[in-house]
Nanobody, 120 residues
């Protein structure tokens, strides 16, 4: 059983910053790629950023140069630093992780989501 718990969402004015965190816990053998997705009202969930176990990031074009993804493997945590926020960044942000469980089985887990609202 694995849990991903996000924190750090909130309300911010355009141009402001927020830092999201996601901690993984449970019967984890190792964490592989971790990432952040978002879903705005009436839209499909979309990739924001992902980071490999080796620390190589990948970003959606819409956030390149503004968002930075990082991870602390010792803490089973992934972060998303969001700068120069725009109203179109408003969405529920979800943490995602590819996990090898203690049983040896692979699984993909999602967090419950954290709301980010950017006012104009």
């Amino acid at each position: 059983q694995v849990q991903l718990v996000e924190s750090g969402g909130g309300l911010v004015q355009a141009g402001g910053s927020l830092r999201l965190s996601c901690v993984a816990s449970g019967t984890i053998w190792s964490l592989n790629t971790m990432g952040w997705y978002r879903q705005a009202p009436g839209k499909q969930r979309e990739l924001v950023a992902r980071i490999t176990v080796g620390g190589i990031p990948n970003y959606a074009d819409s956030v390149k140069g503004r968002f930075t993804i990082s991870r602390d493997s010792a803490k089973n945590t992934v972060y998303l630093q969001m700068n120069s926020l725009k109203p179109e960044d408003t969405a529920v942000y979800y943490c995602n992780a590819d996990i090898i469980l203690s049983s040896g089985r692979w699984t993909t887990s999602w967090g419950q989501g954290t709301q980010v609202t950017v006012s104009s």
